[in-house]
Every structure is written in structure tokens, then in C-alpha cells.
């Protein structure tokens, strides 16, 4: 039996972005499951997940998951059959009935460029001239130079961040103008994680671009944008990511981090199931990252005053690398969170007898330790351990989730 883990300081939380919740105090434990949601994904309201879990089986979070889950720790790999028989229990429950237990998709974000003549383009430019975006945000004007990635430093002109609020990635970044004959590409770009912002602040950047009248007929020019990404997340509650064992069917590439060891053994935090620079999975600690990066979102507290760990599984998808072109107006049939996954029962460990290769799954990820070909395990294993995933449920409620966002936007 093996059991490494380590322990996520709440002393470096950035306590501007960031909130706590001791869940051991509370008994609503669904409850505290829908605040943490709300926090993290802002356009939900509370009326509509309570009416997801009403209109569903009881969630597992307020059964005899929550004695585990006050005393588990953030970030642990364990062969324990104790410790697995929850990972398993806590994991099989989510991915087969999503609904219940409010593992709701998250658009984590929203790229898109927009056909324009040079015309519109004078008129955005003379519409952020008037200043009216001043009742509901901020502009801070950037040079290309300064942002990040080479594609828009090579493309565009001028880069506006309309900022919504004090943290950093509440805004919606404007690109504008193209550099030279870059004829290929759609002179406007716009990118932003519709999980910072509000519905409410969603419509109001949108409703005063087409009140602006920039574009001749807004819905249409709109509605055929071209999506260059949508990253599509869900959280899964209680889920350490070293023990989170999954395989991209689409991609054997795989990657993790940290890479830079600080000990013998530093659990891995991320895995990276594909080309990152193709449509891809990123499986990582939501834990480690509101610790280490100034993002929004919410800790979920134990007894001991260590966080809960939470899995994040998001999928990065780049309709245009992968040869499949997607319109804005179209955004609701993106492939489902899940599509490419496949998922197993952490009981999977059990087959693994070497204790090098169990330390190398948690410090590198189960996918890279497989494609590896450091040690082989059988595919009736695979197929025995293989956990059902309900992706008619994961694909209802992020159908919904994008209708939403696609009405607000495009405002009709």
C-alpha cells in the first residue's frame, strides 16, 4: 500500500481573488457544492441549480461521501483500498449522474474573429473614441507587442482590454486592424472566459457594440464569426488529480507538470492529454492553481483546514486546427466536455505492482506513465476498469450553457 501526499497551504491563497468555505460545518453539503459553482462560474444563478438538483436524484455530497471528503486531503495518491473505494464511489457517481451532483460544463473560454470591412473597422474604431463603455467597464489600450502569443503580435494593430473589474482576467480583449497583407485573416478579434463575467456584463459589452452600429447588420456578421477556441470545463468534487486515471482517444501525446521537482516526490498537478497547440485535454488540480495563480474561485475546506481537492478536466477545443470550422451561431453543437475521454476506476492501481511505476503514474499522470511503455497492462483490464460516463446528461446541460451565452451575445 502507498500513500504520498501533500498539503496546499491556505496561507498562499491571493486573498483578492480567492474565498473560502469550511464544508465540515455545514450539513447543506449540496448547498456549498452550488456556491462553489456559482464563484466559479459567474452567469450561473442559484434558482437554476437548485432546480437541476430538485429535478434530479439526491446529490452523493450529503450521504456518507461528506465524513470523507471533511478529512481527506487536498492533493494525495493512495493505494489504500479505502481511500480508492471513495475515489471510485465519489468519481463513478459524478460522471453518471452529472445533473444531480452539479458537475455542470463551464465555458472557460471564447475566441472568435469577425469579417469586417474597413469601414466598420473606422466605425469601432470611433465607437471606443465615444467612451459610452464607460457605464459598465474600463479600456486599457495595449500594443500587440506586449500580449501574449506571436500570432497576434504578426496580425493585429491595436489591442483593447475592456476591464470589468480589479482582477486581471475580467476583461474582454479586442484585436483590431491587421499588420500588411494578412488577408487570411478576419480583421477583429475578441477573447474572454465567460466565466469571470455576469450575463448581465456580457450583454451589456455586446448590446453596446450593435446599438454602436459598427457592423451593417450585426446578427449576421456575428453570427458567422469564425471560433478559433472554446475551452469547455467540469469540475469533478473529491477527485485527487494523481488519482485521476484518463486517456485522450484521439491522442497518445501527453505531457505533465511541475516538471521542476522541489522533492523526490512532487505530485503531478496538470496532465495534458494531446498537442497543445491541437483541440486537447488539460487535467489539472483546480486546488494548485487558485494557490499559485491570481485567478478567481473558491476553496472547499476540510476539518483540518486543508482544501478539498477538485479536479478540473477541461477541453481546449481549436475548431480550425482541427479541420473542423465552427460559426459563432454554431457554438452549440461543439463537442461534447467528455467526447474524446476515457476514464477509469482508480482501482486500476491495484493491478500496477511495482512501487517505481505507482510512483511514476503520481508524479507524471497515468496517461503519460501508459504511452510510455514502462510496463504493459492488459486491455481486458482497460475495458474491466472502464468507468460509464452519461455524456447524454454532460451534453444536455452544456447545450444549455452555450444557447445561453449565444443568445446574450448575438442578442437575439
Known amino acids: 500500500m502507498m500513500y504520498i501526499k501533500e498539503s496546499l497551504p491556505i496561507n498562499t491563497v491571493h486573498s483578492h481573488s480567492s474565498t473560502t468555505t469550511d464544508i465540515s460545518q455545514l450539513t447543506d453539503v449540496s448547498g456549498v457544492i452550488r456556491n462553489y459553482l456559482q464563484t466559479t462560474f459567474r452567469p450561473f444563478k442559484e434558482n437554476y441549480l437548485q432546480r437541476l438538483q430538485q429535478n434530479s436524484a439526491n446529490s452523493i455530497f450529503n450521504n456518507l461521501y461528506s465524513s470523507y471528503l471533511a478529512s481527506v486531503s487536498p492533493s494525495y495518491f493512495s493505494t489504500s483500498p479505502m481511500d480508492i473505494y471513495y475515489n471510485e464511489s465519489l468519481l463513478k457517481e459524478q460522471l453518471a449522474s452529472p445533473k444531480a451532483n452539479l458537475n455542470h460544463p463551464i465555458i472557460d473560454q471564447l475566441w472568435f474573429t469577425i469579417s469586417a470591412t474597413k469601414l466598420e473597422l473606422r466605425r469601432l474604431s470611433d465607437l471606443v473614441k465615444q467612451r459610452q463603455y464607460s457605464a459598465f467597464c474600463e479600456l486599457h489600450a495595449h500594443s500587440p507587442k506586449n500580449t501574449r502569443g506571436r500570432l497576434e503580435i504578426e496580425v493585429y494593430e491595436h489591442c483593447l482590454h475592456f476591464k470589468f473589474s480589479a482582477q486581471k482576467d475580467h476583461r474582454i480583449v479586442v484585436y483590431h486592424g491587421l499588420r500588411g497583407e494578412s488577408g487570411r485573416q478576419n480583421p477583429i478579434k475578441v477573447a474572454f472566459n465567460p466565466a469571470r463575467f455576469t450575463l448581465v456584463e456580457i450583454k451589456a459589452f455586446f448590446t453596446w457594440i450593435r446599438k454602436g452600429e459598427v457592423f451593417d447588420d450585426?446578427?449576421?456578421?456575428?453570427?458567422?464569426?469564425?471560433?478559433?477556441?472554446?475551452?469547455?470545463?467540469?469540475?469533478?468534487?473529491?477527485?485527487?488529480?494523481?488519482?485521476?486515471?484518463?486517456?485522450?482517444?484521439?491522442?497518445?501525446?501527453?505531457?505533465?507538470?511541475?516538471?521542476?521537482?522541489?522533492?523526490?516526490?512532487?505530485?503531478?498537478?496538470?496532465?495534458?492529454?494531446?498537442?497543445?497547440?491541437?483541440?486537447?485535454?488539460?487535467?489539472?488540480?483546480?486546488?494548485?492553481?487558485?494557490?499559485?495563480?491570481?485567478?478567481?474561485?473558491?476553496?472547499?475546506?476540510n476539518d483540518t483546514g486543508e482544501s478539498i481537492p477538485i479536479t478540473r478536466v477541461e477541453r481546449?477545443?481549436?475548431p480550425q486546427k482541427s479541420n473542423t470550422p465552427c460559426n459563432l451561431v454554431d457554438i452549440v453543437d461543439a463537442p461534447n466536455v467528455l467526447k474524446s475521454l476515457s476514464i477509469y476506476s482508480p482501482r486500476l492501481l491495484e493491478e500496477i505492482r511495482s512501487t517505481g511505476e505507482k510512483i511514476f503514474i503520481a508524479t507524471h499522470g497515468f496517461s503519460h506513465w501508459l504511452y510510455s511503455g514502462r510496463e504493459k497492462i492488459s486491455e481486458n483490464v482497460l475495458k474491466r476498469e472502464l468507468l460509464f460516463i452519461n455524456k447524454t446528461e454532460f451534453g444536455d446541460m452544456q447545450t444549455k450553457a452555450l444557447k445561453v451565452l449565444r443568445k446574450v451575445i448575438l442578442g437575439s
Open 218 to 301: 450585426f446578427v449576421t456578421t456575428m453570427s458567422k464569426s469564425n471560433v478559433t477556441r472554446l475551452d469547455i470545463a467540469t469540475d469533478f468534487i473529491g477527485i485527487s488529480t494523481p488519482m485521476f486515471l484518463a486517456v485522450n482517444n484521439l491522442s497518445k501525446h501527453t505531457d505533465y507538470e511541475p516538471k521542476k521537482r522541489t522533492r523526490d516526490f512532487q505530485l503531478v498537478q496538470t496532465q495534458v492529454l494531446g498537442e497543445p497547440a491541437q483541440s486537447h485535454y488539460d487535467v489539472y488540480s483546480r486546488n494548485h492553481k487558485l494557490l499559485s495563480v491570481a485567478t478567481a474561485g473558491m476553496l472547499l475546506l
Open 316 to 318: 481546449c477545443w481549436r
